[in-house]
């Protein structure tokens, strides 16, 4: 299973993942980090991260996707049949 990181920032400081997550593909990676962004958008109002960016890349450190807490609207499967 491939692994993938997710990586934080907020252009001046880094929050690494130096263990990564093991995920099926892609796809799942995305997923994992709209649950991230989520969690983070809806944190209390003392720790506002929406500023910050989760930067998700794969093992060979190819970026899969970014995301920003404050840009994450809905599920992205809601709506879904």
Do not use: C
């Not at 001046?12 to 799942?28: F, R, T, W, Y």
């Not at 991230?36 to 093992?59: G, K, M």
């Not at 190819?62 to 599920?75: G, H, K, T």
């Amino acid at each position: 299973m491939p692994r993938y990181k997710f990586r934080f920032t907020d252009g001046k400081s880094i929050v690494p993942d130096d263990g990564g997550m093991n995920l099926q593909n892609d796809q799942a990676a995305i997923d994992e980090g709209y649950h991230i962004a989520r969690d983070l958008r809806d944190a209390p109002p003392d720790e506002d991260w929406s500023n910050w960016v989760i930067e998700v890349t794969d093992e060979s450190g190819r970026r899969v996707i970014a995301l920003r807490p404050s840009d994450v609207e809905l599920d992205p499967l809601q709506g879904l049949a």
